[in-house]
């Protein structure tokens, strides 16, 4: 009987895509949701200009740009922090207790279900390869794809806050006075569902559960600022 034989075939994942792909909808969905909110809720004041309008979105967007760039660098930073102070501990084990670390390697494969005899052999293969990148890995969890990047996360977020924000500073400033709020509210509810829809396709999800999903949190934060603004806009 002869043995099966197997097709060649790739296999394309999106772990790769996890940490510029949370920066980028994070930064895209706050922009639109952050400053369509701004204007429909400045726009539901009575008595507001359309310059006063445009204004407080332009603000808006620059504001949440720089805002979202240096918090996500600062995070990101952090989390840099840490893994360089923990790979440079993994580093000195390595140096002062090889045998220790070479041990603890074959536990855990061991751990996972390989065979001891065969768990201390792939353990040593691996440590002449490459140690350190080993024990980063299997130990600490930390792999080349999804290692912290700060200035991509920082950029990435600020360019999506602005890709998203843009959107409804334009309709701001080409609708007329009176269509403002409903207008941006229609062009702030498109770009949701295709936000979330091109999100959930980078990420491999459905696309309907992630369009409907950014589209009715961002639905519910344009009428509630529209209500405060209403609220506090009217005039005695």
């Known amino acids: 009987m002869s043995s099966p034989t197997f097709s ?3 296999e394309q994942h999106n772990t790769e895509r996890i ?3 949370r920066a980028a909808v994070l930064g895209a969905n706050d922009g639109v949701v952050s400053v369509s909110s701004i204007v429909v ?7 507001v200009s359309a310059g006063t309008i445009l204004l407080a979105g332009v603000a808006a967007l620059v504001a949440g740009a720089t805002s979202m760039a240096a918090g996500e660098y600062v995070s990101v930073q952090s989390q840099a922090d840490t893994e360089q102070a923990n790979l440079a501990l993994e580093a000195r084990e390595l140096r002062e207790q090889p045998e220790y670390e070479l041990q603890e390697l074959t536990d855990i494969y061991v751990a996972r279900g390989v065979d001891p005899v065969v768990a201390r052999q792939v353990a040593e293969q691996l440590t ?3 140690a350190l990148g080993t024990h980063a890995r299997e130990e600490l969890g930390i792999t080349e794809q999804l290692r912290a990047r700060p200035f ?3 950029l990435a977020s600020a360019l999506a806050f602005i890709t998203g924000g843009i959107l409804p500073v334009i309709a701001a ?5 009176h269509l403002v709020s409903v207008g941006v509210t229609v062009v702030t509810l498109l770009a949701l569902l295709l936000l979330g ?3 959930a396709y980078a990420g491999g999800a459905s696309l309907w559960k992630g369009a409907l999903r950014v589209t009715l949190w961002g639905a519910a934060a344009m009428a509630l600022s529209a209500l405060v603004g209403s609220l506090f806009g009217i005039k005695a």
């Open 8 to 10: 060649p075939h790739s």
């Open 19 to 21: 940490g510029w792909l």
């Open 41 to 47: 809720g400045v726009a539901a004041a009575s008595g």
């Open 128 to 130: 002449a390869a490459d």
């Open 152 to 154: 991509q996360a920082a």
């Open 173 to 177: 400033a080409l609708l007329p006075h």
């Open 197 to 199: 829809a091109l999100a």
